[in-house]
């Protein structure tokens, strides 16, 4: 089977509260952040702005945390 990816990475967010960032060309997890917000994740969206590429995230009550990618250490 050949599958062809649009993108390199995969993000998760889980009802653990936690982020994982899957690298699709490895299938290695490339970044995972436990207890990431107080409530379950159910939305990701990864951007660039500035030169920066960031990762924002929202949680079950509404809450929307933006990180810079190159400040979130792997694991």
């Known amino acids: 089977c050949n599958i062809s990816y649009i993108c390199s990475v995969l993000l998760t967010g889980s009802q653990d509260h936690s982020i994982g960032v899957l690298d699709c ?5 490339a970044l995972h952040i436990s207890n ?13 702005f500035h030169n920066n590429e960031l990762l924002a995230t929202g949680d079950d009550d509404g809450v929307i945390k933006v990180r810079e990618k190159k400040k979130i250490s792997p694991y």
């Open 25 to 29: 060309t490895t299938g290695q997890l």
């Open 36 to 48: 990431a917000h107080e409530n379950p994740i159910y939305s990701m969206f990864q951007f660039e």
